[in-house]
């Protein structure tokens, strides 16, 4: 064993903490080499005064103190639930439920692609607001008679509405749905 | 009854049958018992507060570690593996604490040390209380030119005694690398106190 490898190990030999296949070479080199030796002791020395290092300045009330201390603000807190296994396994498995019941959702409402669009009420018109009075003197309520146009495949849908001033009628013009619409489906 | 199962899910448990106290206040501890935590910290607090003065060498921080590790004890408790040695773990908590402190406070100004007193070489001479001061002054200075690390791995080994697995278990690191602090930190304490260290008294413990 060289000289610098035993020096790197004397630290821990001197505190016992070298493991013993090591320690025979180490001590055989001690024995003829006092630059070790003196290295060796120069370790213990320091060793010795820290282990000289007085006991902790606590005694039986600082104990007390701090137990009193900690207590304290544990009771402060709210108390911790211990939650029994049976309840655990209930949580879990109600949580499974829940994240398979989402998981289903979500996959149903995730429409592949290339697949139709689902049938939408097309005959459904949108609320058309009621039409201005007619440019006659004093006010007077507008009749109306709604048309329901014939649905053309994404064109423009006309609705004529027929006042009862039989030389006004009003026409509303609206982009029809797309043509999947169900003939069955009528405006209300 | 669930046989067999323990440790992460709380199922019921039988009272320990054993008379350890410490495995008792535990367990029952465990299940939110404050007077039983009073009791495990009755058990323990010395050596808490003995680990957190020799880290921190202040009183009122020490005091203050003391406190923030039973707190975190308690907080933890039910993550604490039944049948495993009680005192790693705690001692493993207050370091933590200790180390966490010690970086908040940062390098503090020592008091002067009077070097001449300490090459004295009679110990039991009317000036001894004073050399014993002055040499443990010395000490802590070297001591806190340590990194935290080998700080706690030497006075874990050292000072409170515990051998170097029970070290490592506290520390959470390998034995081998405890070794390596201790060897490092009683290096530069050497390093730093050999001017006035005499001849050694013994070598090995």
Known sequence: ?188 | MLAGMEGVLMAEEPLAASGDALDDAIRRARRGDLEAFGELMALTEQRVLGVAWRLLRDREMARDAAQEAYLRMFGALDRFRLGEPFHPWMYRITANVCMDLLRKRGPRPEAGIDLEAIAGDDPHGPDAAVLLAQRQALVRRGLERLTPAERTALVLRDLEGLPTEEVARSLGVRPVTVRSQISSARAKLRAFCAPWAGPAKGGTS
Request: hydrophobic share 40%; charged share 20%.
């Open chain 1, 1 to 188: 064993m060289t000289q610098p490898h035993v020096r790197d190990l004397l630290p821990l030999w001197v505190g016992g903490d070298l493991p013993q296949a090591h320690c025979a070479e180490v001590e055989a080199h001690l024995a003829s080499c006092a630059a070790c030796r003196a290295e060796a002791e120069a370790l213990a020395g320091a060793r010795a005064w820290l282990q000289a290092d007085p006991d902790p300045p606590f005694g039986a009330a600082d104990g007390e103190a701090l137990r009193r201390a900690v207590l304290a603000q544990l009771a402060s807190r709210p108390p911790r639930r211990v939650r029994p296994l049976r309840s655990v396994l209930f949580g879990l498995a109600a949580s499974l439920g829940l994240l398979g019941l989402g998981w289903g959702l979500l996959t149903r409402r995730t429409q592949p692609v290339g697949a139709p669009p689902e049938p939408q009420a097309a005959q459904v018109l949108p609320e058309t607001p009621e039409p201005p009075a007619p440019v006659s003197p004093g006010p007077r309520r507008v009749a109306l008679r709604r048309t329901l146009p014939a649905p053309a495949s994404g064109s423009l849908a006309r609705m004529h509405f027929q006042t009862e001033d039989p030389n006004i009628r009003i026409i509303w013009l609206a982009q029809a749905a797309p043509a999947h619409s169900n003939p069955e489906t009528t405006h209300p």
